[in-house]
């Protein structure tokens, strides 16, 4: 698994609800990018980055929709282990730097 992007994006369902700013880590794992939703540890792949991340956003939908049809909205939050906060928080740290 190799660092790629750490990314801070929203998620829109319709006009109903639009999330906060969620945290994704991209990686890419053999020929693959992998987006992992580190607030709700959901994730999703794809060829590329915009492959990935479209296919991440809709897989955030599902869960919060399907948390909402469920009456689960209170545990909705779910954050990943500590090593894809550690890789995040590295990367977007770089990347920041890179900006400056």
């Known amino acids: 698994m190799k660092?790629?992007?750490a990314e801070r994006i929203k998620v829109k369902i319709g006009d109903l609800w639009e999330s906060p700013?969620?945290?994704v880590l991209l990686t890419k794992e053999d020929d693959v990018v992998?987006?992992?939703?580190l607030d709700f540890t959901v994730s999703s792949h794809?060829?590329?980055?915009?492959?990935?991340?479209?296919?991440l956003a809709d897989s955030i939908?599902?869960?919060?929709?399907?948390?909402?049809?469920n009456r689960?909205?209170?545990?909705i939050?779910?954050?990943?282990?500590?090593k894809y906060w550690r890789?995040?928080?590295?990367?977007?740290?770089?990347?920041?730097m890179s900006e400056v």
């Not at 939908?61 to 049809?69: C, D, G, R």
């Not at 939050?77 to 500590?82: Q, S």
């Not at 590295?90 to 990347?95: D, G, P, R, Y």
């Open 77 to 82: 939050f779910d954050p990943a282990h500590g």
């Open 46 to 55: 794809g060829e590329d980055q915009k492959d990935a991340l479209k296919s």
């Open 34 to 37: 992998v987006a992992r939703c």
């Open 87 to 96: 890789m995040y928080n590295e990367l977007e740290a770089k990347q920041v």
């Open 3 to 5: 660092s790629v992007r």
């Open 21 to 23: 700013l969620l945290h």
């Open 61 to 69: 939908k599902e869960y919060v929709l399907t948390a909402l049809e």
């Open 72 to 75: 689960g909205i209170n545990t």
